[in-house]
């Protein structure tokens, strides 16, 4: 529902990149859930690196949360966290009034709002706005790990240079919560690093491929027809700027495969009676 | 939402594969729009193709519109497409209400309905109900080509072996939607086709890729932070059972690009003075 | 959402008065929940009394579960009932293609449908398509008893006349389900009969009010800000063509009220130490 | 949706009566409306009369626009409102920790949120929240006005004490989006003043009914089946804490009229064909 996304639980997004600032309003956490500040400030800080490896403008990250928090607990009633727009150059964006950027919003938002959208710095377009994601999910990660479900992401490619995959992903998966750089192979992340500040360099950047794992969701998770979690995942996904492909287990991998090799292998308990092991495969 | 997709135009999809029958009720389409039957059945048909590449079971394609269409044009009101099942095989099986098939959601429904669940055919989750997507995304491909956009896909890639790209969009469209197996190069299709029919006979599948272009589209459509194109499409679109990849543009492609390479290049058209040529590369 | 109601659990309603057929399609019932469908039929029986006091119309009440039932129990995905219009006298409704009827929505539905709406019998405006929501409804309150909720209507007054008030709530409830004229004084229901029927024969009809009580609800239910059970009451009652006003508790009594006679009673429970008989009145 | 409401223009409201602040977030407005900061701060002071005729806390209503306006007028893009809560007496609320008043939403709180609600001065729930509906309200107002909809809402009555009716609707609305205390007879006006004042003195509260008259709304607004305008604007008046009756026109004055007596006039206007005179009444 264009500002907002999900429904039981659900996040409103608002700002301007040189507005007063983002606004997350994160709708439907149970009451009770304990909210640590100190780990959402971490995980701000770690969507904008200190290093050299970052763009040119400081987005400070500090955040206040407005409502839906007390004596350190959720109250179940909405959560509305604030971060403000400090450290802007407005003057940096006067010929975005008249010039569209390619590969940027400029073009269709003077489409679409005729003039009137805030053009400076990406305005509502920018990904400074997923700022709000961070902070919003930094309460939601901490509430699914508390229920034995854990996210991890790292960057399976960059520039061309691969990562190596996940072989132990439970505790991998803590490993790269930990890192500022999220790769499993520290040297290919090394090798990532420096095709990053050779590209800026030339005043140019790089693409990449980032591999997700989550362990400990339940089987039946999702709804038929149209919420199932892959659905779900790849809308929400899809939303954050320059994202522009999703793939689930082995992807677009599958359409070389024949059926009888695609198909999930079932781990076989032997106190589950409904599940058998077929011989033939299925029509 | 669930059984729902879509917010001012949406789509609800219910029905069991060996239930009475599939119903998809289209909502929110204007009034006066023309509907044409005809134009559904073969629709309807071009899912279900007749010759030896299809399954074993046949669907009959019948359909009756319930509500919504007075006159041959849309009332304005929600339209109701029926379509009913026949010529199933329950007998085939039983088996399934004890054994999980690999590739299907016979054990994760198990864990979600709780063995309450329609299992026969796969029930709810079997291919067989999109037939009302097919239905109700006939009035809606009518109603769009109305208004200058055309939609037309064509199997990119099939057992590994590649279709022709695009070369001019506007004819292949129409050419795609006329041909029952949508291919660019026809000798490319023959080729599909015996592969398809040589996996079959080893009881067997095959998988591919599926490539749609849309053009007629206006600048601006699409509603940020969370209804972009992109997010909508490949929402739906992995709604779709065994859909597991959906990309954009160059997609994965994008990952080994520049970002001086990756940008949509604008046609410039002297008119626009809003829109002038950049010399230098975006920050 | 215009064609459908609710999120978790939703009904969506389709169908004219003088088409194929009315579908309600409800959604997000949990698996399991028993389905007895000669209590649907006795409903709707119930909405369309044999007597004289009916339209003079007809309408059959046969109804088909099209999916989302197996073996007498809910699977858990979308059920859907078909109920097809039978005995339409279309030739009556001539004159409204040209004619607007006051305190109908002749007039309206040409304003916003512009000559499309099927305008046969009230089209999609008519009170038939609430058979639908007393289909629907059948299975939700079965649903609702074997959770303690209990739901029962009374017509408090009509023509004038009063009916009693309740004064032994439970079983009330019970003998009101049982019987065709819910009234709780069956003498004040003969005279309402009478005048129904005066004005009929004067090719009039009468107003009046209904008084529901439902019990059993426990404490906490509703969603503020904006999904309270009044809200969420109140939006779905004034979708029933005629309901031109909704109060809950003593409604407009509360104007002359002071606060102190105003406020909700509690029952005391000493157990309950949150809750304390309070000895002066809230600021 | 909870804490959100409506579709193509949504408002999602947050906040705690003694939390940092309110926030309203106002979503699908389109661009390039005017936004007057004057307008809506007036209307706020309305809301918050500084006379005797109020609650003992003061509450401040100094505002910030946070996004979705830039230059005077609505970007599209969501506009984020934020009210600050100051000047509150926590102490004034230690004893609701562990007392419920009646009347008050502090047991039913304590059910739903298990003792994590926010329970200084009502929390969420607290009449204080509406402050962020009357400054979303101004907006929505304002572009209406523009629309030539006006919308202005009288005391009917108070105390028992009668305003008069509407004798001269559009004039009437415009005097009273101007006075601070909205009776159409001033006289009526003073005396409830002194009813109000009356019962305050006892530490005591007065009920009362509001009329409000919309203008300038075109025929065919309101969705069949679930969202007229009726249903749309019960849900959100049933949000107001202390809102326990809504009617339309007659309302609960039709339950003792007849059919022929009850029905909307039309008014004929000759060019309108489809608009006949019918001279007898509807079966």
Redesign the interface.
């Known amino acids: 529902?264009?500002?907002?996304?999900g429904?039981?639980v659900?996040l409103?997004?608002?700002?301007?990149s040189h507005?007063?600032?983002?606004?997350a309003?994160l709708?439907?956490m149970a009451?009770?859930i304990p909210v640590d500040e100190d780990f959402i400030a971490a995980r701000l800080t770690k969507r904008r690196p200190a290093g050299a490896i970052s763009?040119?403008r400081q987005e400070g990250d500090k955040f206040?949360?407005?409502?839906?928090v007390?004596n350190g607990?959720?109250?179940?009633?909405?959560?509305?966290i604030?971060i403000r727009n400090e450290n802007t150059q407005s003057r940096d964006y006067s010929e975005i009034a008249?010039?569209?950027?390619?590969?940027?919003?400029d073009?269709?938002?003077?489409?679409?709002?005729?003039g009137?959208?805030?053009y400076r710095g990406g305005?509502?377009?920018s990904g400074r706005?997923t700022a709000g994601i961070v902070a919003a999910g930094a309460i939601c990660t901490a509430a699914l790990a508390k229920k034995g479900i854990k996210i991890g992401t790292h960057i399976a490619?960059c520039?061309?240079i691969p990562d190596r995959k996940f072989c132990d992903i439970e505790n991998e998966i803590d490993s790269l919560n930990e890192k500022l750089f999220a790769v499993l192979d520290d040297e290919a992340g090394a090798k990532m690093e420096e095709a990053i500040l050779a590209?800026k360099n030339e005043?140019?950047?790089?693409?990449?491929?980032l591999e997700t794992a989550i362990t400990g969701v339940?089987?039946?998770i999702g709804?038929?027809?149209?919420?199932?979690i892959?659905?779900?995942l790849?809308?929400?996904?899809?939303?954050i700027p320059a994202?522009?492909?999703?793939?689930?287990?082995?992807?677009?991998g599958?359409?070389?495969?024949?059926?009888?090799e695609?198909?999930?292998?079932?781990r076989i308990d032997e106190t589950e009676?409904?599940?058998?092991k077929?011989t033939?495969?299925?029509?």
């Open positions: 529902m264009k500002d907002t996304f429904q039981s659900s409103t997004l608002t700002g301007e507005g007063a600032g983002i606004v309003v709708s439907g009451p009770g763009t040119a206040e949360i407005l409502s839906g007390f607990f959720t109250t179940g009633t909405p959560i509305t604030l008249v010039t569209a950027r390619p590969g940027h919003a073009y269709t938002a003077q489409c679409k709002y005729h009137f959208q805030d305005g509502h377009f706005i490619e520039a061309g590209a005043q140019d950047s790089v693409g990449g491929i339940p089987a039946g709804e038929p027809y149209f919420d199932s892959e659905s779900r790849a809308h929400f996904l899809f939303s994202v522009k492909g999703v793939e689930f287990g082995a992807g677009f599958f359409a070389k495969m024949r059926g009888s695609a198909n999930d292998p079932f009676k409904f599940l058998q077929r033939t495969t299925a029509a």
